[in-house]
């Protein structure tokens, strides 16, 4: 198990790529909501590469980062993650304004299709120690 925390951008709010393999903590996920909003981190998942971008100040920031990595946009999507209900279902709200994809039915800011939804909390359980 890998315990280094992924590299910071040098900028506050700057995403940071969490990618296959390696993992975040907890604790530095409350640091990240305690210096953005509080309670609540913005990550975009690459439900294809199974990585993630956390801490950007948008989705769109997370999105435009891994993109510039080497995702497909089509693969990418936005959630909100609550590090004080890790135990919970409320860990991952499904709700970004870089998932209204009516090309690919998903015609609202959630993730309409379960398979997806389901990746997703995977590939954050696999992530997030």
Excluded: C
Excluded at 24 to 48: C, N, P, W, Y
Excluded at 101 to 127: C, F, K, M, Y
């Amino acid at each position: 198990m890998n315990n280094e925390q992924p590299t910071t951008g040098s900028e506050p709010g700057a995403a940071e790529i969490v990618r296959a393999g390696e993992r975040v903590s907890l604790e530095h996920l409350e640091q990240l909501a305690r210096g953005l909003t509080g309670e609540m981190v913005k990550a975009v998942v690459d439900i294809e590469r199974r990585i993630m971008a956390i801490g950007g100040l948008m989705h769109a920031d997370e999105e435009a980062a891994l993109i510039d990595d080497g995702s497909r946009q089509a693969d990418l999507w936005g959630i909100n993650l609550y590090p004080a209900e890790r135990r919970s279902d409320d860990f991952v709200e499904f709700d970004s304004m870089i998932n209204l994809r009516p090309g690919q039915d998903n015609r609202s800011r959630g993730v309409e299709d379960a398979a997806t939804r389901a990746t997703i909390v995977q590939i954050i359980d696999r992530l997030v120690e």
